[in-house]
């Protein structure tokens, strides 16, 4: 049997889109329908916005833990949290974590290597790209990392906060990420990790000047890998 997935939800539309991704996905794996169990636990975003908002990295993993004992409870073998920025708290709390985790910039950073990328453009809420989340990861891995411009960081958590996590897709949005993937595309990288998951619902193959890395669906792939192969 595969194992059971806990997904330590942040932002509904990010949560959303990893669940279905794993129940989507699931069927190449184990047939027709198939998925393994999932359970999700999401406390309001209006409490992690606070912390972060008051640097208050401890009062986020307090939040992540408390979603990782309710999952615990229901029978998860493991956790995911499809949020990229929260992972900066993940740290302070893991030692006492009932479960494991998958971190969702090692997924990210194993992904980029397997696919011969040597510098990525970051993109993210002003918390994520102001923090060590994705280049100590990438670091580690000898590839190199250009984040926004402070004008750049100010329009995308605008769009992340404003539009993107109330379901709001807009044209000018698109837009703007085309022009800053651009950006880092003439400045020497190789691809973009879309490193909130939300902007995967506005940035694509189709649409981005340079080749993605979607963190959410890459950690929901990792995760089904991991149920199935354990």
Same mark, same amino acid.
């Given at each position: 049997?595969?194992?059971?997935?806990?997904? &330590?939800?942040?932002? @509904?539309?990010?949560?959303?889109?990893?669940?279905?991704?794993?129940?989507?996905?699931?069927?190449?794996? !184990?047939?027709?329908?198939?998925?393994?169990?999932?359970?999700?636990?999401?406390?309001?975003?209006?409490?992690?916005?606070?912390?972060?908002?008051?640097? *208050?990295?401890?009062? &986020?993993? =307090?939040?992540?833990?408390?979603?990782?004992?309710?999952?615990?409870?229901?029978?998860?073998?493991?956790?995911?949290?499809?949020? /990229?920025? +929260?992972?900066?708290?993940?740290?302070?709390?893991?030692?006492?974590?009932?479960?494991?985790?998958?971190?969702?910039?090692?997924?990210?950073?194993?992904?980029? &290597?397997?696919?011969?990328?040597?510098?990525?453009?970051?993109?993210?809420?002003?918390?994520?790209?102001?923090? =060590?989340?994705?280049?100590?990861?990438?670091?580690?891995?000898?590839?190199?990392?250009?984040?926004?411009?402070?004008?750049?960081? *100010?329009?995308?958590?605008? +769009?992340?906060m404003d539009e993107l996590v109330y379901g709001v897709f807009k044209p000018e949005a698109v837009a703007r990420?085309?022009?800053?993937?651009?950006?880092?595309?003439?400045?020497?990288?190789?691809?973009?990790?879309?490193?909130?998951?939300? +902007?995967? !619902?506005?940035?694509?193959?189709? /649409?981005?000047?340079?080749?993605?890395?979607?963190?959410?669906?890459?950690?929901?792939? @990792?995760?089904?890998?991991?149920?199935?192969?354990?």
């Amino acid at each position: 049997m595969p194992q059971h997935i806990g997904i &330590v939800g942040c932002s @509904a539309e990010g949560a959303a889109l990893c669940y279905k991704t794993i129940c989507a996905d699931g069927a190449q794996l !184990l047939g027709p329908h198939a998925h393994p169990e999932v359970s999700m636990h999401t406390p309001s975003l209006a409490g992690y916005v606070e912390c972060l908002d008051r640097g *208050d990295l401890q009062g &986020v993993g =307090e939040l992540m833990l408390a979603s990782a004992h309710k999952l615990a409870k229901t029978g998860a073998d493991f956790l995911v949290c499809p949020d /990229n920025t +929260i992972h900066q708290a993940l740290p302070l709390i893991e030692a006492r974590s009932p479960l494991p985790w998958l971190h969702i910039a090692e997924v990210v950073a194993a992904e980029a &290597v397997e696919r011969g990328y040597r510098r990525l453009g970051l993109t993210g809420t002003r918390w994520l790209v102001d923090s =060590e989340v994705y280049p100590e990861k990438l670091a580690a891995r000898r590839l190199a990392c250009m984040r926004p411009s402070d004008a750049e960081r *100010d329009d995308i958590q605008r +769009i992340i906060m404003d539009e993107l996590v109330y379901g709001v897709f807009k044209p000018e949005a698109v837009a703007r990420f085309q022009q800053l993937i651009g950006r880092m595309k003439d400045e020497g990288c190789d691809a973009v990790i879309l490193g909130c998951t939300e +902007i995967p !619902l506005i940035v694509n193959d189709t /649409n981005s000047p340079l080749p993605l890395l979607d963190s959410t669906r890459l950690l929901a792939r @990792a995760a089904l890998r991991r149920a199935v192969q354990a």
